[in-house]
């Protein structure tokens, strides 16, 4: 028998001796009367602890759990244990939810939760950023109320969430979003997004470059082979054809090569973060070697005009630099038609920086052309850039060598007039000379 029915069956025989005592001593009628005196009791404790109990059922929650005696203490203690445990399993799930929202509040990745009729139950901020969401407004809705390109729909409707899909134009532009869906539970589902705008970008730019590098080499490679089946094919050799092709096939060789060293020199200068060096560059006799240097590459064709301050120099790599500031006079060589005047000039800017500028008077630019100079193999005259030995790389190695100065490019131009191609570099890049080596070699300007 369990406890409690053994305590209650204990009392009933203790009471129903007692009766059977009193009637005895006392007389039957007085024992029933204590007998319903003793039930009138028993039944007025009961209804004081069902009240109780109504009342804490009714109570605002947290209300303390009653107190009673006899088996209403055992079953309010048990009742009490059972609250805290709800409590503690609350605690938990509160807690648990917390860190679930904080988790994913610093995820990169857009989370949003979505009922089974795709209405948002919830989002992560990163979800309202990129869906522009509203959270206040928009949860309940629809999420093709939100995104409404109708291949997302389609893609919603047919249920088939094995590969992600590309959101592309969300936040009502650039960005692509590599949409994830997962369903779980009773018919809802879980929408993981991530940006893959740049891995896109960077991924069409891969597909460019090798289009690109295949077909600047298909050319030079054409002729060596064209050139090497003849040489073969030939019985008896001829000195005059020999001597040609040679010529022909070191200038494809040489085209070649200056292509995969440029290729090689702008991969070096796109890995790295900043300058490769941190050193004072001497830019006053960097500029005067680059103006021998161009006028030897000119042969006289040219006019060249120096005009340099002595004391301006720069604190950075000097290879990139040269690099930079060469590929801008090479091309004012290569885009002047002879006679024309090529000006080289270094100079400080008025907020304390400096200039590198190179103006020509050579074939122009046209403006829609320059906002995309910089870009890899782009050529305003694609025959004119090859005719002189251009790779179409020239000014993207400038621009990843000034940025890693934190210098930019401004650009010019005016066809048939002539251009300045300017390197523009922060006050913070600029140092003076070092006292004993300008004393040691001063610059004519
Ligand atoms: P390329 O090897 O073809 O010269 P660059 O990247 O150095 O490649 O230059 C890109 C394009 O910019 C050139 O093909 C040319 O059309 C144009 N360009 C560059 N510099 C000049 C200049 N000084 N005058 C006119 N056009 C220029």
Known sequence: MRGYWRGAAGWLALWLAFTAIAAAVLGPLTALVGLVCWLLLLHARQLWHMDALLRWLD???GTPVPHGSGIWAEAFSYLARLVRRQRQDEAD????????QSATAAMNESVIILDE???I???NPSAEHYFEIDARRDIGRQLTYIVRQPQFVEYLDEQNFAEPFALRGARGGETTLSVQLVPYGNQQKLVISRDVTRWERLEAMRRDLVANVSHELRTPITVLAGYLETLNDMEVPDPIFQKRAMQLMTQQTSRMQNLVEDLLTLSRLENARGPSAEQPVD???????????????????????LDVDAELWLTGAEAELRSAFLNLVTNAIRYTPARGRITIRWRPTQDGGGAFSVVDTGIGIAPEHIPRL??????????????TGGTGLGLAIVKYALSHHQARLEIDSEPEQGSTFSAIFPARRVCTAPVAVAAAAPVRA
């Not at 799930?93 to 679930?100: K, N, Q, V, Y």
């Not at 500029?287 to 590459?297: D, N, P």
């Not at 910089?374 to 005719?387: A, L, M, N, P």
């Open 59 to 61: 109570g605002a929650p």
């Open 374 to 387: 910089t870009e890899r193999f782009y050529r305003v005259d694609r025959s004119r850039s090859r005719e």
């Open 283 to 305: 830019v006053p006799r960097l500029v005067q070697g680059l103006h021998h240097e161009a006028t030897a590459l000119s042969a006289g064709r040219h006019k060249f005009t």
């Open 121 to 123: 139950e919830w989002c």
């Open 93 to 100: 799930l509160r807690s648990a939810l917390e860190r679930f």
């Open 117 to 119: 009729l795709d209405r």
